[in-house]
């Protein structure tokens, strides 16, 4: 089969749309422009920017950085390739070990400012803190990348 999947959504901040910044439909087709499939090797991890345009001609700058993640045997054997079902056949006596595959997850950053440097280091120490395993609430690192104290000139922050 071809390995071909969809893609899906499955953790966003913030949870609801703002009113001025509406969630882009579709950023799941957006993030992977060649369909999301598997792979029989790891490829190394890839960034990009693109921009988006709204109905009212206003850019979003939508930050994508991608890297691949081992599928366990389960995964991969009921991963759905070209729409349909794979039939099981067992062979209990084959020597040939299935082939492992891995699968793209993206993390995105959608803004409306042009600040690609900025969103590649915010993506890369979210992504290190995920595969390093660390205990930190993944809500705690957004709220603290995307919250600054800016000082008064001449007085306290």
Request: charged fraction near 20%; include cysteine.
């Amino acid at each position: 089969g071809s390995g071909d999947g969809q893609g899906q959504i499955l953790q966003r901040f913030p949870e609801k749309d703002w009113e001025d910044n509406p969630f882009p439909q579709g950023i799941e087709l957006f993030c992977q422009p060649s369909g999301w499939q598997l792979f029989p090797e790891m490829n190394p991890p890839s960034f990009f920017v693109a921009v988006l345009t709204d109905i009212n001609s206003e850019r979003h700058y939508c930050a994508c950085f991608t890297f691949w993640e081992p599928l366990d045997n389960t995964q991969a054997q009921s991963h759905p390739r070209n729409g349909e079902e794979e039939e099981e056949e067992e062979e209990p006596s084959s020597p040939v070990q299935p082939t492992q595959l891995f699968a793209p997850k993206s993390l995105v950053l959608v803004s409306r400012l042009d600040h690609a440097e900025v969103f590649r280091n915010s993506l890369g120490l979210i992504y290190t803190i995920y595969v390093d395993g660390m205990s930190v609430p993944l809500e705690s690192v957004v709220g603290n990348l995307l919250t600054c104290t800016i000082p008064i000139t001449g007085g306290a922050q």
